[in-house]
């Protein structure tokens, strides 16, 4: 079985993010290219691959993994040389989940909202992710004292939350340009080779 993880991309998706983190990782990879504009996501052969019909996708000794979070923390995982998640032992091991998970299940969700000019709640205590305004109060308040969200030790964590706030931050999304703390993070990690190395896609 092939160690090489096949990765179905385009670059103009969230799979930009997992190409970041192949770079970081130093995993071997070939790159499968998707164009939306042909409908390749929705054709017989990617769906028979992944239901959902979306990137960014991966498939590495026979399994497929969707889901831009499961991916980046599958390739740290499954590449631990590179350093870029803490032993499941480690106390940071704690943080580490809960910031890949807030990403995913609050941050997303949220600016998604937001982007899309839905109304906020009423009841913000039913919505996991609570407010806008509360996930961008949280990553301001974890990223206080950086340089990255597990303190010193820039993680897999920081590829996927990081990618996010850029994103936000290229489509507009309020509250984060202008913001030190976020302009500095994001600084902090597009100087990185292998961000610089995938910074077209
Ligand atoms: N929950 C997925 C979302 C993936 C997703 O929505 N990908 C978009 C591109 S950024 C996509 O493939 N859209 C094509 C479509 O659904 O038609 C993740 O976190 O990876």
């Avoid at 290219?33 to 769906?47: Q, R, T």
């Avoid at 961008?136 to 964590?157: H, I």
Wanted: glycine fraction near 10%.
């Amino acid at each position: 079985m092939t160690e090489e993880i096949v990765f179905y991309h385009n670059p103009r998706s969230r799979s930009q993010m997992v190409h970041w983190m192949l770079e970081e990782a130093g995993a071997p990879y070939r790159i499968v290219p998707i164009d939306f504009e042909k409908g390749e996501h929705k054709a017989p052969a990617f769906l028979a691959i992944n239901p959902m019909g979306k990137l960014p996708t991966i498939v590495h000794r026979g399994v497929v993994v969707t889901e831009t979070a499961a991916i980046i923390a599958y390739i740290a995982d499954n590449f631990p040389e590179a350093g870029l998640a803490p032993e499941p032992t480690d106390a940071g091991r704690g943080a580490y989940y809960r910031w890949l998970f807030f990403g995913a299940g609050c941050f997303e969700p949220a600016l998604i909202d937001k982007m899309m000019k839905r109304p906020e709640v009423e009841r913000k205590a039913a919505v996991g992710w609570g407010s806008y305004d509360d996930v961008l109060a949280t990553l301001k308040k974890a990223l206080a004292d950086g340089p990255y969200l597990l303190g010193e030790t820039f993680s897999a964590a920081d590829v996927y939350v990081g990618s996010e706030i850029r994103f936000a931050m290229m489509f507009g999304a309020p509250g984060l340009k202008g913001e030190k703390v976020f302009d500095d993070y994001v600084a902090r990690l597009s100087a990185r080779p292998a961000a610089q190395r995938t910074a077209g896609g």
